[in-house]
């Protein structure tokens, strides 16, 4: 199967900062990538989804403007999470999908904990 | 709306016993796609079926097998002669081709199994 990779695995930042996390496809092109969180113990949630070249669409309830999604390119999509708060705290997946295809491949995830 | 269900929370079972993880879901399309995943602790998503809403057959894989049924709208889940490496979060998970092919999770089933 395709191969999607997550950087950083974990980051741990202080609060107040800014945090980047970056979603590569490495053997295909993402046209689509999606962003989802998990907080302890629960289920993944969509945040957004963006198409290449294009603005994310965000899910009801999620932030736009801390949580930004740059997806500038076919094999690369970033999350920035600013002015992060110990509430941001999570475990953040992305997955891609190729034109054409049903099928997304999901990252390891990024652990991300704020101080 | 789309909406994927598991009602069990947590199950427990001693090893070697057989278990099954109940799923339903509801979605207005005639065309989606159901999957499940499994979870273990490093956090990672591990792939293990996809079923289009047209192909109803029933799968086995190995000590995996899914019962998909269209009347009831249930992708349940069994393990045969379950083992200890079997403990994980699994989710099932629903996307819509109409829908930008997003895939929505249920809240998961934690499982336990006991040696």
């Known amino acids: 199967g395709a191969v999607v990779s997550q950087h950083p695995s974990w980051v741990i930042c202080k609060s107040g900062t800014s945090v980047k996390i970056e979603c590569r496809s490495l053997?295909?092109?993402?046209?689509?990538m999606f962003w989802y969180r998990q907080f302890p113990k629960q289920s993944l949630m969509l945040m957004a989804t963006s198409n290449e070249g294009s603005k994310a669409t965000y899910e009801q309830g999620v932030e736009k403007d801390k949580f930004l999604i740059n997806h500038a390119s076919l094999t690369l999509s970033t999350l920035t999470v600013t002015s992060a708060h110990p509430e941001d705290s999570s475990f953040y997946i992305c997955?891609?999908?190729?034109?054409?295809?049903?099928?997304?491949?999901f990252g390891q995830g990024t652990r991300l904990t704020v101080v | 709306a789309q909406k994927v269900t598991q009602a069990q929370t947590e199950i427990s079972v001693v090893e070697k016993e057989d278990v099954t993880l109940d799923c339903v879901y509801e979605t207005r399309d005639t065309t989606y796609y159901l999957f499940w995943y499994k979870q273990p602790p490093s956090g990672e998503l591990v792939f293990l079926i996809r079923?289009?809403?047209?192909?109803?057959q029933n799968e086995i894989s190995g000590r995996y097998s899914w019962n998909f049924q269209k009347s009831t709208s249930s992708f349940n889940f069994t393990i045969t002669a379950s083992q200890v490496v079997d403990s994980a979060v699994y989710f099932c998970a629903l996307s819509d081709v109409d829908r930008d092919d997003k895939i929505i999770f249920g809240k998961g089933t934690r499982l336990h199994i006991l040696p």
């Open positions: 079923r289009n809403s047209f192909d109803e």
């Open positions: 997955s891609a999908r190729q034109w054409g295809d049903t099928e997304a491949f």
């Open positions: 053997d295909f092109q993402a046209t689509t």
